[in-house]
């Protein structure tokens, strides 16, 4: 395996400089995403053999889900190992091939990176248990001892994401019960402890490694999660789970993750080709996920107050107009997303009533949420910045909402009062053709199983076919690319519209969304470009129908 010690070969590296700020980027959760050698699970061949799909759909960029070595207690967010690729996604060598296939085509490769916490099967914590109470080696993670007259009570009262005390007491090198360690998620997963020293160096490492092998950038898992309140203070509050993303607790979002991104951002700028850190910030607002956007700090933020808006014209202009104010003063993009692997696919989530939440179990209303999910997507990809697209969603997935339990794999579903556990159902595997094992999945089945009728959604069912959501998603993101209006940019100029419906417009471009349930008539913008369903143009005016979004040059 030879390394990419120069700039990613891409066919518009020479004219294309900030290409983040208006990039359409695919999120590929390679569990799911195409299995290349037929042993159930996807991994990295697959996605090598399917790359062209991504390049004919028209994204800039792909953003690959962990595939370092892990004993995926976390569907690999639980990593062993940073510079190594898990044998059931394949080698370094298939990285490596990954990377100089997506750079011929033209896309670039942003990979995960999990600092918040590692495997407990890393070396560093493996060691830390061996070496036992007070060894330097337990000082690069969060050990503690116990309260209560035998140390029998956790440290403190946080509680796990996942459910329960985010302490797990260990076992001496002797055999009794010891120190305890912290793990905001998985007991198999420790959160490392980032005021050492060692822990720094040694992730600056890890990036220069899949830097030096070509990687574009870096999403960052769990980003405002890395530094924790001096003391590790108690939080006084059970049922912590609800407090989170409107509180700023003692173990998320502290301003010393700050001095982190500045010194990876030193790292990057080492490299040529715009390389980029993306930040999972769940943060209380806005403007707090701005700060860590700052010119000297990450280059995007992922806009989850945007994902967990409803389908509601004055709820999504307010988080609009929300979002562009509060990048405008750091100078970055605004990022818009509507789905990934941790949320109920949005055909599903606007399916149901809203107000549920973003993990759901019931199907819902499906024409109705494919209809709405088809109008929020073209909706998204009008507005200022960066897109985010998570798999399966160009087919117009739903999320499959009755898997039985015993099926299941996410570590959160079985166990008590943690984050709702149903992931499952956004990461079945996707169809690729009609028929055929798995719908073209790979030949040996799927990891997840998957509905009856499945390969009615496929890649091969919905290329050609005008009406479908495939072909609406290929035609989006070429118009986008040809309207000198769309893509970057901080500003859009709201016109008048009917309650319920948005229209705004950027330069020679016009987008119009109707969020309501019944058809209205505005005059015509312009000439239409793409809409999201049937509309009619009569004379002067247009009828939209319900949950309906229409693109027009003017």
């Keep these: 395996m030879t390394q990419h010690l120069a700039a990613p070969a891409t066919p518009d590296s020479a004219t294309r400089t900030d290409w983040w700020r208006d990039a359409v980027i695919y999120q590929v959760y390679p569990r799911s995403f195409a299995d290349g050698n037929g042993d159930g699970m996807g991994d990295l061949q697959g996605i090598r053999a399917r790359l062209p799909h991504l390049r004919d759909l028209g994204v800039d960029a792909v953003w690959l889900s962990p595939f370092y070595a892990s004993p995926q207690a976390d ?197 040529a080709g715009d390389r980029i850190l993306v930040a999972e910030a769940w943060t209380p607002t806005v403007e707090r996920t701005a700060h860590y956007v700052r010119p000297d700090e990450m280059h995007q933020a992922f806009n989850f107050q945007y994902l967990g808006t409803h389908w509601d014209a004055a709820e999504l202009r307010a988080v609009i107009d929300g979002s562009l104010a509060a990048m405008r003063p750091v100078g970055a993009p605004a990022t818009w997303v509507l789905s990934n692997h941790d949320v109920t696919r949005h055909t599903t989530r606007f399916a149901n009533p809203p107000g549920l939440g973003t993990q759901l179990r019931t199907p819902g209303d499906r024409a109705l949420g494919l209809r709405r999910a088809r109008a929020a997507s073209l909706l998204m990809l009008a507005l200022p910045g960066t897109a985010y697209l998570y798999q399966g969603e160009e087919l117009g997935l739903p999320d499959v909402t009755d898997l039985p339990d015993e099926a299941r794999q996410d570590p959160s579903f079985h166990r008590a009062e943690g984050q709702d556990g149903f992931r499952d159902g956004c990461r079945v595997p996707i169809p690729w053709t009609v028929e055929g094992p798995s719908y073209g999945f790979g030949t040996g089945g ?109």
């Design 446 to 554: 799927s990891w997840l199983p998957q509905p009856a009728g499945w390969g009615e959604l496929s890649v091969q069912a919905q290329t050609g076919d005008p009406a479908s959501t495939l072909e609406l998603y290929r035609a989006a993101l070429r118009v986008r690319r040809e309207q000198p209006g769309l893509g970057a940019g901080d500003a859009l100029e709201w016109n008048a519209a009917p309650d319920g419906v948005l229209s705004f417009r950027r330069e020679s471009f016009v987008c119009t969304a109707n969020t309501t349930g019944a058809a209205v008539r505005l005059p015509v913008p312009g000439r239409m470009l793409l809409a999201s369903g049937p509309v009619r143009v009569a004379g002067d005016e247009v009828e939209l129908p319900a949950d309906t979004t229409a693109w027009w040059a003017v």
């Design 75 to 271: 569907a690999g967010y639980d990593v062993a190992d940073y510079r190594a690729v898990d044998p059931m996604f394949g080698t370094l060598l298939d990285a490596d091939a990954l990377l100089r296939d997506a750079h011929e085509l033209g896309l670039r490769v942003i990979v995960d990176l999990v600092p918040n916490h590692s495997s407990d099967r890393h070396d560093w914590f493996r060691r830390a248990l061996g070496d036992g109470p007070g060894s330097p080696s337990r000082d690069r993670y969060h050990f503690r001892p116990g309260k209560g007259t035998d140390g029998e009570l956790p440290p403190n009262d946080w509680e796990s994401i996942f459910g329960g005390p985010a302490w797990t007491r260990t076992t001496d090198p002797d055999g009794t019960p010891g120190d305890w360690y912290l793990h905001l998620f998985a007991p198999e997963q420790p959160d490392f402890n980032w005021e050492h020293p060692a822990v720094r160096d040694e992730f600056r490492s890890v990036l220069r490694f899949w830097l030096d092998m070509g990687a574009d950038g870096f999403r960052v898992d769990v980003a405002h999660g890395l530094v924790k309140a001096a003391g590790l203070p108690d939080i006084g509050h059970h049922d912590q789970l609800r407090l989170l993303g409107n509180d700023t607790m003692p173990f998320f979002d502290q301003d010393g993750v700050h001095e982190i991104y500045r010194s990876w951002r030193k790292v990057l700028a080492e490299y």
